[in-house]
């Protein structure tokens, strides 16, 4: 009889009739393991005719061309998360908005200034310099408030060997204190697509500490609902133990545990229908051990692959698989629109900066845009997104 795992997630204290965790995770109350049982699971129904919503198809320009090796600045183990904090990130969301403020204030002296003087060719400059003063304000005014909130929604269909699956994958949250509003939406607008299986990339908070209040605005996640289960893996914000605070690892996974969400490190499970999902430890954090996920995986079973950086799948020990899924990259984050342009893309996250690849060893790669920000409260050109991947059967 074909099985799925379902979940059940149990406290010592519930406070909704759906019996979900809320506001659990910044007390640090455990209340009982979350229990994951095998159950007699329905058919994998079938979906709908193979009409694509977004196409992203795999073109040899954007397909891995080697087998390459981890670079010298990006090795096992290098405190390299702490390049995305340093420098810009004194740009937080306060000063940032601050600067915003006192550009716009700037920009309309300017243009005063402009419309009183009595010289023409002062006029001129003054003109010019409040016009573009103004775009750049504009410009900084939609990367801080307007696109880090304009979710896409996209939908991926692609072939494979396994049966038909809705799976609803997110990645990069990076909860700051506050965001139970914004994660809270996320969580209405994933349950919206249906999906049988929600996965999660990782890097569930922001900066590279546990503060309570970060925690406490995952609480919504334990909302999230699906016929399959929820799934996620860690991220190296949330448990690099060469960069930021020591000893967050532990937090961060009992919160995410207590919201009913397994966490898959380096191990795998069976799915029903033969298919499984293996999850990869961060690769930033030197935690990747592929051996020991795929060990006992049935060779020729359909297999989902949920990692944070795509550079998990860099090691000899990784077999052969049908989907893997990733994030880490946020598209880039700060893109000039319209190109392949982003100054700010680090080592690592290249040149798969987000969409679907093929690998060379067979079977695809999706990397998401992710849902927060780092460093910089910002995103132009690189908007967050839920992402659906449909699985049809060949």
């Not at 809705?166 to 939406?185: C, E, F, K, S």
């Not at 996965?199 to 209040?213: E, T």
Request: glycine share 10%; with cysteine; charged share 25%.
């Amino acid at each position: 009889m074909r099985s799925a795992w379902t979940f059940r997630a149990t406290t010592a204290g519930v406070d909704d009739e759906h019996g979900r965790v809320r506001g659990r995770c910044a007390a640090g109350v455990r209340g009982d393991a979350a229990r994951f049982e095998r159950r007699p699971a329905p058919a994998l129904r079938a979906r709908g005719a193979l009409v694509l919503d977004r196409s992203v198809r795999a073109d040899p320009s954007r397909t891995i061309a080697a087998h390459e090796t981890r670079s010298s600045t990006a090795r096992r183990g290098t405190p390299f998360a702490l390049r995305s904090e340093v420098g810009i990130a004194l740009l937080s969301g306060r000063r940032l908005s601050l600067a915003l403020g006192a550009g716009a204030g700037l920009c309309v002296t300017t243009a005063v200034l402009a419309a009183r003087s009595p010289r023409r060719d002062q006029r001129r400059v003054l003109g010019m310099l409040s016009g573009l003063g103004g775009a750049a304000v504009a410009i900084g005014a939609w990367a801080r408030f307007v696109e880090p909130r304009w979710i896409a929604v996209t939908t991926t269909r692609v072939p494979w060997r396994g049966p038909a699956l809705r799976v609803a994958l997110l990645t990069d949250i990076h909860a700051r204190a506050g965001d139970r509003g914004r994660i809270r939406r996320i969580v209405r607008r994933t349950n919206a697509l249906d999906a049988d299986l929600v996965l999660i990339g990782g890097d569930f908070v922001d900066g590279l500490d546990a503060d309570p209040p970060k925690l406490d605005a995952l609480a919504p996640l334990a909302s999230l609902a699906c016929r399959l289960g929820v799934f996620a893996v860690l991220g190296n914000h949330d448990s690099d133990p060469s960069a930021g605070e020591a000893g967050r690892e532990a937090p961060i996974r009992r919160c995410v545990e207590n919201a009913g969400i397994r966490i898959l490190q380096n191990e795998h499970v069976e799915l029903g229908d033969g298919v499984v999902l293996v999850g990869l430890g961060s690769w930033r954090a030197g935690e990747s051990e592929s051996a020991q996920a795929f060990a006992s995986v049935v060779r020729d079973a359909p297999t989902l692959v949920l990692m944070h950086s795509f550079q998990s799948l860099r090691t000899p020990s990784v077999p052969r698989f049908d989907f893997a899924l990733a994030g880490h990259t946020h598209a880039g984050q700060a893109c000039i629109p319209f190109t392949e342009i982003c100054p700010f893309l680090e080592g690592d996250m290249k040149p798969y900066r987000y969409g679907l690849y093929d690998w060379p060893s067979g079977g695809k790669l999706y990397v998401s845009a992710g849902l927060g920000t780092s460093s910089v409260p910002a995103r132009i050109g690189a908007r967050p997104e839920i992402a659906l991947i449909e699985l049809i059967p060949r």
